[in-house]
């Protein structure tokens, strides 16, 4: 098992002058070479935030990482310097940001911001780095690159858009790829030719994809495994089929039972209640006050992710029993 990436007990709080909130509560996983990871769950419950960490690119304050470590080929970005993350970033660990309009400059064309990039981390001349831009861009499929690397974002629209945020995240073909909501604000059509071109893209390069999205359809699509987060912890993890057939965890089912059947008039379940609030964390189980399965150890001891019939899951009740 070649891992590229191993996340253990991460935690991060935001600190302001009056209090502190638990925003990652100790989230643990990790990417083996090649596959795709999903990370799902509802707005708010930390996938950008883990990702954010990854990248170290919190900002600091009032953001705080005070706990676990992030390995990367057996060193830990933690205790990098801003120097060598500044080596790492876009280079060795890419990321497509959630929404390109606003992760692009609007000042500079897209030429300019791709051949930065090369740049910063190649030993490149001028009409290298034009040359190489413009064949990533027809990498990712995009017609009359030349004419495209002159026009700037507001130009484009939102697919090819993303298709640049794609492109310039894989310039330096880096052996790992955090794609943050890639298909947000994107129709269907859009969306599925992004997912296509990832995995194309994913197979070519050997690269490893940490997928995050709300949307469970796209992790079925494109993801190998996945990681189910709830108000800042995982508390499932498993092989996507299995997950899909065998949801172990009450909020998990919830998730699931949400999605629309093709050809059923029936009405979709949904999951009472809200998530907590940072600042009023349930003492044990964070779902338990959304929870028709708690009991009395859910309300005072927070449960841990324990393997359970071939998956791991977070639950003193597990749907299995």
Request: aromatic residues 6%.
């Amino acid at each position: 098992m070649d891992k590229v990436l191993e996340i253990q007990d991460l935690q991060v709080d935001f600190v302001s002058e009056t209090r502190r909130l638990h925003a990652l509560r100790g989230i643990t996983f990790h990417i083996e070479k090649g596959e795709t990871l999903g990370l799902v769950g509802e707005s708010g419950c930390g996938k950008s935030l883990t990702a954010l960490s990854v990248m170290q690119l919190i900002p600091t304050p009032p953001g705080e990482i005070c706990g676990g470590s992030i390995m990367f080929r057996g060193r830990n970005l933690l205790e990098f310097s801003e120097k060598e993350m500044r080596a790492v970033r876009g280079n060795r660990i890419s990321m497509i940001f959630q929404e390109p309009m606003t992760s692009l400059n609007p000042v500079f064309t897209v030429g300019n911001q791709l051949i930065e990039v090369i740049h910063l981390h190649m030993n490149k001349t001028r009409s290298e780095a034009e040359e190489l831009a413009a064949d990533m861009l027809a990498t990712v499929g995009m017609s009359d690159v030349r004419k495209r690397l002159k026009e700037y974002p507001h130009e484009l629209s939102g697919g090819l858009r993303q298709r640049v945020m794609i492109a310039m995240a894989l310039l330096c073909q880096p052996e790992i790829l955090i794609a943050d909501e890639p298909t947000t604000a994107l129709d269907v059509t859009i969306q599925a030719q992004i997912i296509d071109l990832i995995e194309n893209l994913k197979m070519q390069f050997g690269t490893s994809v940490l997928m995050i999205t709300h949307d469970l359809g796209v992790i079925a699509e494109s993801c190998s495994r996945v990681a189910v987060m709830y108000a800042g912890v995982i508390i499932e993890m498993a092989n996507v089929d299995e997950l899909f057939r065998n949801p172990l965890h009450p909020y998990t089912r919830g998730l699931l039972s949400s999605i629309p059947s093709l050809g059923k008039r029936a009405r979709l379940t949904t999951i009472k209640g809200m998530v907590p609030d940072l600042s009023d964390m349930p003492k044990g189980c964070a779902f338990f006050p959304r929870c028709e399965y708690g009991c009395d150890r859910c309300l005072e001891e927070r449960p841990y992710l324990k393997k359970s019939n071939n998956h791991y899951v977070a639950c003193w009740r597990p749907m299995d029993e």
